[in-house]
């Protein structure tokens, strides 16, 4: 059974950066997709972030400029580095996996909260 774990998730004041964690377990091959969605009180989840490969990935543009997403070689791990964050960054962060391009958030995590405030 597939299993996304997200971390790194907390309070954080203005300005201020966090780095987000997704540990995959339960599949035998390499995800082929990984992905970030948010989703903040009220409004409609949206995404964040998604990484096939180091050259091959994409970010909302609210989050370039700001946010990286990478992912392990290796692992089903991926990664979210969040930098400028700004009290519209306050959202639950979800970690997707996905095993093929039409497939691409065909497993969830259970979210992990970032609240941004001073």
Known sequence: QVQLVESGGGL???????????????????????????QAPGKQREL????????????A??????FTVSRSNITNAAYLQMNSLNSEDTAVYFCTAGTSEN??????GQGTQVTVSS
């Open 12 to 38: 954080v004041q203005p300005g201020g950066s966090l780095r987000l964690s997704c540990e995959g377990s339960g599949s035998k091959f390499r995800f082929y997709s990984m992905g970030w969605y948010r």
């Open 61 to 66: 543009e609210f989050a370039r400029g700001r």
């Open 48 to 59: 964040v972030a998604r990484i096939i490969s180091s050259w091959n990935k994409n970010l």
């Open 103 to 108: 497939f691409l958030d065909r497993y969830w």
